[in-house]
């Protein structure tokens, strides 16, 4: 299986302040016939279900707000959230669909500082 | 707009076997991969699998000596079983939406699943 490894377990960022989660994979998750990264990041908020944020790497889902970012490629990949709202304290979560079984990253949560 | 509803019990005698149901509404569940996913409390994610509409399945090496999924097309449900459970496998379980070799894009609301005597 390809093992994600999120950093850091958790941080704690100012209202308006920048926010990154890394993530890294065990193996690289690019495929070299579409140059694309099979790499997307999930937030959760409690009580909930995970909801899709960013797939192909840097590719945002519908309605997501564009102070959300992804960036990275191959193994090493990051999200970034440009100005961090209060509604944006969650865990958040990478995952890799390039090889079955898909696998996810332990979980990073964003609190407010 | 695409929603899924996770149903059965909440509560599963040891070495007995869970059994859930989710429910499409809003879409068709032609084409497209349906999948469960498990998160047991306080953890992280674990894939257990997924069905097509034709019928064709995928599972976790981990867990695929006791997970079966199958469909209902008449009825825009799919299903999870898992046989042989035991505290380990005490977790939410969630069904959710995904395509070829893409991320999960709809999912339900989750169901709590307790193992215990």
């Known amino acids: 299986d390809i093992v994600m490894t999120q950093s850091p377990g958790s941080l704690a960022v100012s209202l308006g302040e920048r926010a990154t989660v890394n993530c890294k994979s065990s193996q690289s998750v690019l495929y070299s016939s579409n140059n694309k990264n099979y790499l997307a990041w999930y937030q959760q908020k409690p009580g909930q279900p995970p909801k899709l944020l960013i797939y192909?790497?840097?590719t945002r889902e519908s309605g997501v707000p564009d102070r959300f970012s992804g960036s990275g490629s191959g193994t090493d990949f990051a999200l970034t959230i440009s100005s961090l709202q209060a509604e944006d304290v969650a865990l958040y979560y990478c995952?890799?669909?390039?090889?079955?079984?898909?696998?996810f990253g332990q979980g990073t949560k964003v609190e407010i500082k | 707009q695409v929603q899924l509803q996770e149903s059965g019990p909440g509560l599963v005698k040891p070495s007995e076997t869970l059994s859930l149901t989710c429910t499409v509404s809003?879409?068709?569940?032609?084409?497209?991969?349906w999948n469960w996913i498990r998160q047991p409390p306080g953890k992280g994610l674990e894939w257990i699998g997924y069905?097509?509409?034709?019928?064709?399945?995928n599972y976790n090496p981990s867990l695929k000596s006791r997970v079966t999924i199958s469909m209902d097309t008449s009825k825009n449900q799919f299903s999870l079983k898992l046989s042989s459970v035991t505290a380990a496998d005490t977790a939410v379980y969630y069904c959710a939406r995904s395509g070829y070799v893409t991320p999960l894009d709809y999912w339900g609301q989750g169901t709590l699943v307790t193992v215990s005597s």
């Open positions: 809003g879409g068709s569940i032609d084409s497209y991969y």
């Open positions: 192909w790497a840097s």
């Open positions: 995952q890799q669909y390039y090889d079955t079984p898909p696998t």
């Open positions: 069905i097509y509409y034709s019928g064709i399945t």
